[in-house]
Protein backbone atom coordinates (compact mmCIF):
# COMPACT_ATOMS: atom_id res chain seq x y z
CA UNK A 1 0.00 0.00 0.00
CA UNK A 2 1.82 2.76 -1.13
CA UNK A 3 1.52 6.58 0.76
CA UNK A 4 -0.96 8.22 -1.42
CA UNK A 5 -3.57 5.53 -0.74
CA UNK A 6 -2.93 5.49 2.81
CA UNK A 7 -3.60 9.30 2.72
CA UNK A 8 -6.85 8.53 1.28
CA UNK A 9 -7.81 6.50 3.77
CA UNK A 10 -7.29 9.04 6.26
CA UNK A 11 -3.83 8.15 8.08
CA UNK A 12 -2.10 11.30 6.55
CA UNK A 13 -1.66 12.27 10.63
CA UNK A 14 0.09 9.14 10.99
CA UNK A 15 2.37 9.31 8.42
CA UNK A 16 3.70 13.03 8.90
CA UNK A 17 5.74 11.24 11.12
CA UNK A 18 8.40 8.77 10.12
CA UNK A 19 9.57 5.74 12.82
CA UNK A 20 13.17 5.38 12.57
CA UNK A 21 14.01 1.65 12.64
CA UNK A 22 16.61 -0.57 13.18
CA UNK A 23 17.09 -4.02 12.02
CA UNK A 24 19.58 -6.54 14.17
CA UNK A 25 20.99 -9.47 12.06
CA UNK A 26 21.45 -7.63 8.66
CA UNK A 27 23.05 -10.71 6.90
CA UNK A 28 21.00 -13.39 6.96
CA UNK A 29 18.47 -14.12 4.51
CA UNK A 30 15.42 -13.36 6.32
CA UNK A 31 16.73 -9.70 7.09
CA UNK A 32 17.46 -9.52 3.14
CA UNK A 33 13.76 -9.97 3.14
CA UNK A 34 12.49 -7.38 5.85
CA UNK A 35 15.16 -5.07 4.28
CA UNK A 36 13.74 -5.09 0.94
CA UNK A 37 10.20 -5.03 2.22
CA UNK A 38 11.56 -1.55 4.81
CA UNK A 39 12.73 -0.22 1.66
CA UNK A 40 8.95 -0.13 0.00
CA UNK A 41 7.53 0.83 3.17
CA UNK A 42 5.63 4.15 3.40
CA UNK A 43 6.57 5.27 6.40
CA UNK A 44 9.34 3.43 8.27
CA UNK A 45 13.00 4.87 7.76
CA UNK A 46 15.90 2.52 8.31
CA UNK A 47 18.59 3.68 10.16
CA UNK A 48 20.55 1.52 10.86
CA UNK A 49 21.46 -2.31 9.66
CA UNK A 50 23.27 -4.06 12.56
CA UNK A 51 26.01 -7.06 11.35
CA UNK A 52 28.75 -8.15 13.49
CA UNK A 53 30.75 -8.48 10.25
CA UNK A 54 32.24 -5.36 8.13
CA UNK A 55 30.26 -6.59 5.22
CA UNK A 56 28.20 -4.05 3.85
CA UNK A 57 23.99 -4.28 3.41
CA UNK A 58 24.28 -4.42 -0.80
CA UNK A 59 27.38 -7.21 -0.42
CA UNK A 60 25.51 -9.38 1.86
CA UNK A 61 22.52 -8.46 -0.34
CA UNK A 62 23.45 -7.55 -3.90
CA UNK A 63 19.48 -7.12 -5.21
CA UNK A 64 19.35 -4.70 -1.98
CA UNK A 65 20.68 -1.22 -2.92
CA UNK A 66 19.34 1.46 -1.33
CA UNK A 67 18.99 0.33 2.08
CA UNK A 68 21.10 2.29 5.11
CA UNK A 69 24.67 0.87 5.76
CA UNK A 70 25.64 -1.25 8.02
CA UNK A 71 26.49 -0.44 11.78
CA UNK A 72 28.14 -2.48 15.25
CA UNK A 73 25.45 -3.50 17.91
CA UNK A 74 26.89 -0.75 20.13
CA UNK A 75 26.37 1.92 17.32
CA UNK A 76 22.38 1.05 16.79
CA UNK A 77 22.07 1.10 20.99
CA UNK A 78 23.31 4.59 21.22
CA UNK A 79 21.23 5.70 18.51
CA UNK A 80 17.96 4.26 19.40
CA UNK A 81 18.81 5.51 23.10
CA UNK A 82 19.22 9.14 21.49
CA UNK A 83 16.40 8.27 18.99
CA UNK A 84 13.84 7.67 22.53
CA UNK A 85 15.79 10.98 24.35
CA UNK A 86 14.42 13.03 20.98
CA UNK A 87 10.86 11.93 21.95
CA UNK A 88 11.01 9.66 18.69
CA UNK A 89 9.16 6.40 18.35
CA UNK A 90 11.99 3.72 16.96
CA UNK A 91 10.91 0.36 16.47
CA UNK A 92 13.54 -2.88 16.47
CA UNK A 93 13.09 -5.80 14.14
CA UNK A 94 15.40 -8.78 15.88
CA UNK A 95 16.37 -10.84 12.59
CA UNK A 96 18.72 -13.00 14.78
CA UNK A 97 19.69 -16.78 14.73
CA UNK A 98 17.52 -18.55 17.24
CA UNK A 99 19.17 -18.38 20.67
CA UNK A 100 20.66 -14.66 19.89
CA UNK A 101 17.61 -11.94 20.29
CA UNK A 102 17.90 -12.93 24.00
CA UNK A 103 21.24 -11.50 24.43
CA UNK A 104 20.25 -8.95 22.07
CA UNK A 105 16.90 -7.71 23.58
CA UNK A 106 18.63 -7.90 27.55
CA UNK A 107 21.61 -5.51 26.22
CA UNK A 108 18.78 -3.06 24.32
CA UNK A 109 17.26 -2.86 28.21
CA UNK A 110 20.24 -2.75 29.70
CA UNK A 111 21.27 0.55 27.74
CA UNK A 112 18.04 1.94 27.50
CA UNK A 113 16.63 1.19 31.11
CA UNK A 114 13.14 2.61 31.31
CA UNK A 115 13.16 3.87 27.60
CA UNK A 116 12.87 0.38 26.67
CA UNK A 117 9.57 0.20 27.80
CA UNK A 118 8.91 2.91 24.96
CA UNK A 119 10.54 1.13 22.29
CA UNK A 120 8.55 -1.39 19.58
CA UNK A 121 10.29 -4.53 19.31
CA UNK A 122 9.29 -7.50 17.03
CA UNK A 123 11.44 -10.36 17.26
CA UNK A 124 11.44 -13.05 14.48
CA UNK A 125 13.51 -15.70 16.16
CA UNK A 126 12.09 -18.57 18.40
CA UNK A 127 13.14 -16.76 21.60
CA UNK A 128 10.08 -15.46 22.80
CA UNK A 129 7.25 -17.16 20.83
CA UNK A 130 6.54 -19.70 24.06
CA UNK A 131 4.80 -17.85 27.25
CA UNK A 132 5.27 -21.35 29.18
CA UNK A 133 9.36 -22.26 30.39
CA UNK A 134 7.96 -25.77 30.44
CA UNK A 135 6.54 -25.94 26.71
CA UNK A 136 10.19 -24.15 25.74
CA UNK A 137 12.42 -26.44 27.60
CA UNK A 138 10.12 -29.60 25.87
CA UNK A 139 10.72 -27.83 22.17
CA UNK A 140 13.95 -26.37 22.47
CA UNK A 141 15.73 -28.76 24.94
CA UNK A 142 16.93 -26.51 27.65
CA UNK A 143 15.82 -23.82 30.17
CA UNK A 144 14.79 -20.45 28.57
CA UNK A 145 17.52 -17.59 29.82
CA UNK A 146 15.55 -14.98 29.67
CA UNK A 147 12.49 -16.60 31.39
CA UNK A 148 10.59 -13.66 33.14
CA UNK A 149 10.26 -11.73 29.23
CA UNK A 150 8.42 -14.44 27.76
CA UNK A 151 4.53 -12.95 29.53
CA UNK A 152 5.78 -9.70 28.34
CA UNK A 153 5.70 -11.28 24.36
CA UNK A 154 2.51 -10.84 22.68
CA UNK A 155 2.04 -13.54 19.83
CA UNK A 156 2.28 -12.19 16.61
CA UNK A 157 -0.10 -14.21 14.18
CA UNK A 158 -2.43 -11.34 13.32
CA UNK A 159 -5.17 -13.56 12.06
CA UNK A 160 -6.07 -15.06 15.46
CA UNK A 161 -4.22 -11.88 18.05
CA UNK A 162 -4.80 -8.85 15.70
CA UNK A 163 -6.40 -6.51 18.62
CA UNK A 164 -3.45 -8.05 21.46
CA UNK A 165 -1.09 -7.06 18.57
CA UNK A 166 -2.37 -3.43 18.11
CA UNK A 167 -1.79 -3.02 22.06
CA UNK A 168 1.87 -4.60 22.26
CA UNK A 169 5.34 -2.70 22.14
CA UNK A 170 6.80 -6.59 22.28
CA UNK A 171 5.81 -9.43 19.65
CA UNK A 172 7.11 -12.53 19.07
CA UNK A 173 6.49 -13.33 15.20
CA UNK A 174 5.61 -17.00 14.71
CA UNK A 175 7.79 -19.45 12.70
CA UNK A 176 7.04 -20.04 9.22
CA UNK A 177 5.58 -23.28 9.62
CA UNK A 178 3.84 -22.55 12.53
CA UNK A 179 2.25 -19.70 10.81
CA UNK A 180 1.12 -22.79 8.29
CA UNK A 181 0.07 -25.16 10.59
CA UNK A 182 -2.28 -22.75 12.60
CA UNK A 183 -4.04 -21.07 9.72
CA UNK A 184 -4.62 -24.82 8.65
CA UNK A 185 -5.99 -26.05 11.74
CA UNK A 186 -7.19 -23.21 14.49
CA UNK A 187 -10.49 -21.96 12.73
CA UNK A 188 -11.72 -25.59 12.89
CA UNK A 189 -10.73 -26.16 16.59
CA UNK A 190 -12.32 -23.07 17.80
CA UNK A 191 -15.46 -23.74 15.47
CA UNK A 192 -15.46 -27.31 17.52
CA UNK A 193 -15.30 -28.71 14.34
CA UNK A 194 -12.65 -31.38 15.03
CA UNK A 195 -12.06 -34.61 17.59
CA UNK A 196 -9.34 -33.92 19.41
CA UNK A 197 -9.19 -37.83 20.23
CA UNK A 198 -7.77 -38.93 17.22
CA UNK A 199 -4.85 -37.71 15.38
CA UNK A 200 -4.22 -34.78 13.58
CA UNK A 201 -1.84 -34.72 10.67
CA UNK A 202 -0.22 -32.54 8.90
CA UNK A 203 2.85 -33.04 5.74
CA UNK A 204 4.78 -29.52 5.26
CA UNK A 205 7.17 -28.97 2.08
CA UNK A 206 9.81 -26.17 2.73
CA UNK A 207 12.17 -24.32 0.49
CA UNK A 208 15.57 -23.87 0.60
CA UNK A 209 15.65 -20.11 2.40
CA UNK A 210 14.39 -21.28 5.70
CA UNK A 211 17.97 -23.57 6.21
CA UNK A 212 19.56 -19.69 6.39
CA UNK A 213 22.05 -18.10 4.33
CA UNK A 214 25.03 -20.31 5.73
CA UNK A 215 25.76 -23.21 3.56
CA UNK A 216 25.23 -26.40 5.09
CA UNK A 217 25.00 -30.03 3.48
CA UNK A 218 21.47 -30.09 2.90
CA UNK A 219 20.84 -26.55 0.91
CA UNK A 220 24.04 -27.36 -1.16
CA UNK A 221 22.42 -27.30 -4.68
CA UNK A 222 23.67 -30.52 -6.02
CA UNK A 223 21.90 -31.88 -3.66
CA UNK A 224 19.26 -30.18 -2.97
CA UNK A 225 18.38 -29.88 -6.93
CA UNK A 226 15.57 -32.24 -7.98
CA UNK A 227 15.63 -33.88 -4.25
CA UNK A 228 13.16 -33.60 -1.48
CA UNK A 229 13.75 -35.49 1.95
CA UNK A 230 12.10 -35.60 5.69
CA UNK A 231 13.69 -34.22 8.49
CA UNK A 232 12.62 -33.53 12.41
CA UNK A 233 10.76 -36.82 12.50
CA UNK A 234 10.92 -37.15 15.93
CA UNK A 235 8.90 -33.97 16.27
CA UNK A 236 9.61 -30.26 14.22
CA UNK A 237 9.97 -27.61 16.89
CA UNK A 238 7.09 -25.53 15.42
CA UNK A 239 4.91 -27.97 16.79
CA UNK A 240 5.12 -26.44 19.71
CA UNK A 241 3.48 -23.27 18.97
CA UNK A 242 0.28 -24.33 17.80
CA UNK A 243 0.12 -26.69 20.77
CA UNK A 244 0.01 -23.38 22.89
CA UNK A 245 -2.86 -22.12 20.11
CA UNK A 246 -4.77 -25.47 20.54
CA UNK A 247 -4.46 -25.30 24.37
CA UNK A 248 -6.22 -21.81 24.45
CA UNK A 249 -9.27 -23.74 23.10
CA UNK A 250 -8.86 -26.36 25.29
CA UNK A 251 -7.55 -28.90 22.73
CA UNK A 252 -5.09 -31.67 23.22
CA UNK A 253 -5.09 -33.83 20.48
CA UNK A 254 -2.45 -35.97 19.46
CA UNK A 255 -0.51 -33.92 16.86
CA UNK A 256 1.88 -35.82 14.20
CA UNK A 257 3.63 -32.78 11.71
CA UNK A 258 6.76 -34.47 9.12
CA UNK A 259 8.48 -31.84 7.67
CA UNK A 260 10.11 -31.95 4.32
CA UNK A 261 13.09 -29.94 2.30
CA UNK A 262 11.66 -29.24 -1.34
CA UNK A 263 13.67 -28.31 -4.56
CA UNK A 264 13.18 -24.89 -4.51
CA UNK A 265 14.18 -21.68 -2.52
CA UNK A 266 10.91 -20.24 -1.42
CA UNK A 267 7.33 -21.49 -0.27
CA UNK A 268 5.63 -23.73 2.47
CA UNK A 269 3.14 -26.41 0.91
CA UNK A 270 0.69 -27.53 3.58
CA UNK A 271 -0.86 -30.85 3.67
CA UNK A 272 -3.31 -31.83 6.93
CA UNK A 273 -5.52 -34.62 7.44
CA UNK A 274 -8.04 -33.57 10.65
CA UNK A 275 -11.05 -35.65 11.82
CA UNK A 276 -14.25 -34.35 12.07
CA UNK A 277 -15.97 -34.10 15.47
CA UNK A 278 -19.51 -35.16 13.39
CA UNK A 279 -20.31 -35.15 9.81
CA UNK A 280 -20.06 -31.66 7.94
CA UNK A 281 -20.46 -31.01 4.38
CA UNK A 282 -17.46 -29.15 2.59
CA UNK A 283 -19.71 -26.28 1.86
CA UNK A 284 -19.96 -25.88 5.52
CA UNK A 285 -16.66 -26.10 6.64
CA UNK A 286 -15.74 -23.13 4.07
CA UNK A 287 -18.11 -21.08 5.48
CA UNK A 288 -16.53 -21.53 8.88
CA UNK A 289 -13.57 -20.63 7.34
CA UNK A 290 -14.45 -17.83 5.57
CA UNK A 291 -15.91 -16.15 8.60
CA UNK A 292 -13.09 -16.83 10.33
CA UNK A 293 -10.67 -14.88 8.02
CA UNK A 294 -13.32 -12.22 7.41
CA UNK A 295 -11.21 -9.13 7.69
CA UNK A 296 -8.03 -10.49 7.29
CA UNK A 297 -6.50 -8.63 3.78
CA UNK A 298 -3.74 -11.24 3.12
CA UNK A 299 -5.97 -15.06 3.99
CA UNK A 300 -8.11 -16.21 0.92
CA UNK A 301 -10.08 -19.22 1.32
CA UNK A 302 -10.30 -20.79 -2.02
CA UNK A 303 -13.67 -22.24 -4.09
CA UNK A 304 -14.00 -25.59 -3.20
CA UNK A 305 -12.10 -27.27 -5.79
CA UNK A 306 -9.77 -25.51 -6.25
CA UNK A 307 -5.54 -26.12 -4.50
CA UNK A 308 -3.83 -23.64 -3.27
CA UNK A 309 0.08 -23.86 -5.43
CA UNK A 310 3.03 -21.75 -4.22
CA UNK A 311 3.72 -19.58 -7.51
CA UNK A 312 0.87 -17.39 -6.65
CA UNK A 313 1.96 -16.83 -3.12
CA UNK A 314 5.73 -16.53 -3.92
CA UNK A 315 7.34 -13.28 -2.54
CA UNK A 316 3.98 -11.80 -1.47
CA UNK A 317 2.31 -11.52 2.55
CA UNK A 318 -0.91 -13.92 0.99
CA UNK A 319 -1.77 -17.42 2.44
CA UNK A 320 -4.76 -19.70 0.14
CA UNK A 321 -6.36 -22.27 2.12
CA UNK A 322 -7.71 -25.15 0.07
CA UNK A 323 -10.40 -27.46 1.44
CA UNK A 324 -11.80 -30.76 1.25
CA UNK A 325 -14.03 -32.96 3.14
CA UNK A 326 -13.98 -36.94 2.52
CA UNK A 327 -16.29 -39.21 4.97
CA UNK A 328 -15.13 -37.35 8.79
CA UNK A 329 -11.92 -36.46 7.62
CA UNK A 330 -11.12 -32.35 6.82
CA UNK A 331 -8.57 -31.93 4.06
CA UNK A 332 -7.29 -28.55 4.30
CA UNK A 333 -4.03 -27.26 2.28
CA UNK A 334 -1.93 -24.07 3.09
CA UNK A 335 0.53 -22.41 1.09
CA UNK A 336 2.41 -19.17 2.27
CA UNK A 337 6.21 -17.70 1.63
CA UNK A 338 8.10 -18.54 4.49
CA UNK A 339 9.95 -15.50 3.79
CA UNK A 340 7.15 -13.26 3.62
CA UNK A 341 3.74 -14.29 5.09
CA UNK A 342 5.78 -16.87 7.40
CA UNK A 343 8.90 -14.15 8.42
CA UNK A 344 9.70 -11.06 7.41
CA UNK A 345 5.80 -9.75 5.68
CA UNK A 346 4.19 -10.86 8.76
CA UNK A 347 6.82 -9.22 11.33
CA UNK A 348 6.16 -6.00 9.38
CA UNK A 349 2.14 -6.85 9.56
CA UNK A 350 2.45 -6.72 13.21
CA UNK A 351 4.62 -3.76 13.36
CA UNK A 352 2.31 -1.52 10.85
CA UNK A 353 -0.97 -2.56 13.64
CA UNK A 354 1.63 -1.38 16.85
CA UNK A 355 1.88 1.77 15.36
CA UNK A 356 -1.29 2.44 14.35
CA UNK A 357 -1.04 2.13 10.71
CA UNK A 358 -3.32 -0.72 8.16
CA UNK A 359 -1.82 -3.50 8.12
CA UNK A 360 -1.39 -3.72 4.66
CA UNK A 361 1.09 -0.71 4.69
CA UNK A 362 4.09 -1.85 2.53
CA UNK A 363 3.25 -5.47 1.97
CA UNK A 364 2.52 -7.13 -1.42
CA UNK A 365 -0.32 -8.84 -1.88
CA UNK A 366 0.40 -10.05 -5.64
CA UNK A 367 2.76 -13.00 -5.76
CA UNK A 368 5.22 -13.21 -8.56
CA UNK A 369 3.59 -16.28 -10.70
CA UNK A 370 7.38 -16.98 -11.83
CA UNK A 371 10.02 -17.58 -8.90
Same mark, same amino acid.
Given at each position: ?13 ? &? ?13 ? &? ?55 ? $? ?20 ? /? ?59 ? /? ?15 VPAARGKL ?16 GSGAEPKP $? ?17 ? /? ?8 ? =? ?18 ? $? ?7 ? &? ?41 ? =? ?12 VLVTLDNM ?7 ? &? ?17 ? $?????
Amino acid at each position: MSREQLEQQGVART &LRATTPTWVFGAKGV &LAGELLRLLDLHPTLELRGAVSRSEQSVDSAHPHLQTCASTCSADEARAAIGAALRA $GERPAVFLALPHGESCAAWSAL /RAELGALAEQLYLVDLAADYRLVDPARYRRAYGHAHPDADELPRFTYGLVEFHRAAIASAR /RVAAPGCFATALQLASVPAARGKLLDATRPWIFHGITGSSGSGAEPKP $GTHHPWRHGNMWAYSLGGH /RHEAELEQAL =AASSHTPPLHFVAHSGPFAR $GIHLTCALP &LAHKLKAEEVRSHYVAAFDGSPFVSVLELGRAPDLRSVSGSNR =ALVGLDVRGDVLTVLVTLDNMVKGGAGQA &LQCLNLMLGLPETAGLPRA $GLGVC
